[in-house]
């Protein structure tokens, strides 16, 4: 996939090692492994199965190994309500990191938003995830406010990011 990427750089995800496709019932068993892997607070199968199933806002995708579509790599969940594209959930599994699927899967769920005409990316991030702010920042993501005690499990506080999707296009 050729596309916007990070702030003054056009992104190529090659074919190899991953392959972005709509998550689906089948890929819910590896989803659910590199969710409880990846997050101390994981989220549910029966959540992962309300945003296949249930809500109608809600788009989830997988990155996969090319011709092998249960081989999931990583996945990314996000709501597209109307003029916001609301990154709600991105994994990717620790032994493929650092080679451009968490990138791959966030440029495209950034292009779904503005096919939808999507005014704005937003999400929230813990302070301490290093890795997930570096991966956004690069992409023009802002911090525009701060949601004390968010995390239930740590009482951490939420970073909320947001993204200008015409800006960005521009």
């Known amino acids: 996939m050729n596309g916007p990427g990070p702030v003054g750089h056009d992104i190529i995800v090659p074919p190899r090692p991953s392959a972005i496709a709509a998550m689906e019932m089948e890929h819910l068993d590896q989803v659910m492994t590199l969710e409880k892997a990846s997050f101390a607070t994981p989220w549910s199968r029966a959540s992962f199965i309300s945003e296949l199933q249930g809500n109608r806002f809600a788009r989830a995708w997988v990155a996969h ?3 092998a579509p249960r081989r999931v790599l990583g996945y990314l969940c996000a709501w597209v309500i109307y003029e916001e594209l609301r990154i709600q959930n991105l994994a990717v599994d620790r032994a493929w990191r650092q080679r451009g699927i968490g990138t791959g899967l966030l440029a495209h769920a ?3 938003g503005r096919t939808a005409d999507c005014l704005i990316a937003s999400l929230e991030v813990r302070p301490a995830n290093v890795a997930a702010r570096a991966l956004y920042r690069g992409f ?3 911090e525009t406010m701060r949601r004390p005690g968010y995390y239930p499990d740590t009482a951490e506080d939420a970073l909320v990011l947001t993204l200008d999707l015409c ?4």
Request: charged content about 10%; proline content about 8%; cysteine-free.
């Open 140 to 142: 023009g993501f802002q």
């Open 110 to 112: 950034l292009e779904v």
């Open 167 to 170: 800006a960005a296009a521009g």
């Open 65 to 67: 190994v090319p011709g």
